[in-house]
């Protein structure tokens, strides 16, 4: 390994978010798992788990993905119920976004995602649940001003991470990692073993 490989990962390794993560609830285009793969992977997500009930887990192919599905951890489940307590375990505040006009929803730019935050997106054509909706913290929605009422799922999740990433930032939080130096050790010798 070349000393800019290895200094890319260490870059990579540090910049790692521990506490912020995606979930995908029964997301039925491959092609849109592999966009938010890439994502996740874009703005140090190494994390993204999967709610699959309703669908078949979709094949993510590391064409499809830009090997980004070598660097960002999957983690499938069977129902929202089991996911949300894993997440729940980790103390993780968890935003669902479904399209419902509400007075108790927050607009993408009033949460604070600089905590342990879980974002859920839905089916390309249902949305999330009702179960998702009945467990999940609270719901959100990304501020539009046109005559379309909705975002392709990959698009939703990259305007939200990305304002994750711009709260972050300002914070610091991607100049001081979560994780300890144990775990940064242990990814990337993982990173340097793919």
Same mark, same amino acid.
């Given at each position: 390994?070349?000393?800019?490989?290895?200094?890319?990962?260490?870059?990579?390794?540090?910049?790692?978010?521990?506490?912020?993560?995606?979930?995908?609830?029964?997301?039925? *285009?491959?092609?849109?798992?592999?966009?938010?793969?890439?994502?996740? *992977?874009?703005?140090?997500?190494?994390?993204?788990?999967?709610?699959?009930?309703?669908?078949? =887990?979709?094949?993510?192919?590391?064409?499809?993905?830009?090997?980004?599905?070598?660097?960002?951890?999957?983690?499938? =489940?069977?129902?929202?119920?089991?996911?949300?307590?894993?997440? !729940?375990?980790? %103390? =993780?505040?968890?935003?669902?976004?479904?399209?419902?006009?509400? %007075?108790?929803?927050?607009?993408?730019?009033?949460?604070?995602?600089?905590?342990?935050?879980?974002?859920?997106?839905?089916?390309?054509?249902?949305?999330?649940?009702?179960?998702?909706?009945?467990?999940?913290?609270?719901?959100?929605?990304?501020?539009?001003?046109?005559?379309?009422?909705?975002?392709?799922?990959?698009?939703?999740?990259?305007?939200?991470?990305?304002?994750?990433?711009?709260?972050?930032?300002?914070?610091?939080?991607?100049? %001081?990692?979560?994780?300890? %130096?144990?775990?940064? !050790?242990?990814?990337?010798? =993982?990173?340097?073993?793919?």
């Amino acid at each position: 390994m070349t000393g800019q490989r290895l200094k890319k990962f260490q870059s990579v390794v540090s910049k790692r978010q521990k506490y912020l993560t995606i979930v995908l609830e029964n997301v039925h *285009d491959p092609h849109n798992v592999s966009a938010v793969l890439r994502t996740a *992977d874009a703005v140090g997500i190494d994390r993204v788990f999967l709610i699959y009930n309703d669908e078949k =887990f979709p094949k993510v192919s590391r064409v499809s993905s830009a090997s980004a599905k070598k660097w960002v951890e999957v983690i499938k =489940f069977r129902s929202a119920a089991e996911c949300f307590n894993a997440l !729940k375990k980790e %103390k =993780f505040r968890i935003y669902s976004t479904h399209m419902v006009e509400d %007075k108790i929803n927050s607009s993408l730019y009033e949460l604070d995602l600089t905590k342990r935050t879980a974002l859920v997106f839905g089916n390309e054509h249902r949305g999330v649940s009702d179960e998702v909706k009945a467990l999940a913290h609270k719901n959100f929605l990304i501020p539009m001003h046109g005559m379309v009422q909705s975002l392709n799922v990959s698009v939703s999740v990259a305007v939200t991470v990305y304002e994750a990433l711009r709260q972050r930032t300002a914070k610091g939080m991607y100049t %001081k990692s979560a994780y300890t %130096k144990t775990e940064l !050790k242990e990814k990337l010798n =993982f990173y340097i073993n793919k």
